[in-house]
């Protein structure tokens, strides 16, 4: 079992940055692929980005390519998605995921555990 806990989200202006955090609970933590997803109004859950168990290994979905970093602290238990030149079509909610699984992590169907997302909101 993981328990996964958003924070940082807000309102911030195109251009701007933001840092996602989210703090997890669970024995193996190292063991799982953690992810972020977002969604927008109206539209499906997407794929934002992944890390490997170890952090080795990092995924980022085309949108966000250049713009995002994802990292994570196994240690702190902690798994950080860092937004940079944010645009209007960012915004959305942000959840953080936890998968067991290596295999399909952009794949949201992938990953068993979630956090209840936090809002990000990027004006123009």
């Known amino acids: 079992q993981v328990q996964l806990v958003e924070s940082g989200g807000g309102l911030v202006q195109a251009g701007g940055s933001l840092r996602l955090s989210c703090a997890a609970s669970?024995?193996?933590?190292?063991?799982?692929?953690l992810g972020w997803f977002r969604q927008a109004p109206g539209k499906e859950r997407e794929h934002v980005a992944a890390i490997s168990g170890s952090g080795g290994v990092k995924y980022y979905g085309e949108s966000v390519k250049g713009r995002f970093t994802i990292s994570r602290d196994n240690a702190k238990k902690m798994v950080y998605l860092e937004m940079n030149s944010l645009k209007p079509e960012d915004t959305a909610v942000y959840y953080c995921?936890?998968?067991?699984?290596?295999?399909?992590?952009?794949?949201?169907?992938?990953?068993?555990?979630w956090g209840q997302g936090t809002q990000v909101t990027v004006s123009s």
């Open positions: 669970g024995r193996t933590y190292s063991s799982y692929v």
């Open positions: 995921a936890a998968s067991i699984s290596t295999t399909m992590v952009v794949n949201k169907s992938t990953y068993a555990y």
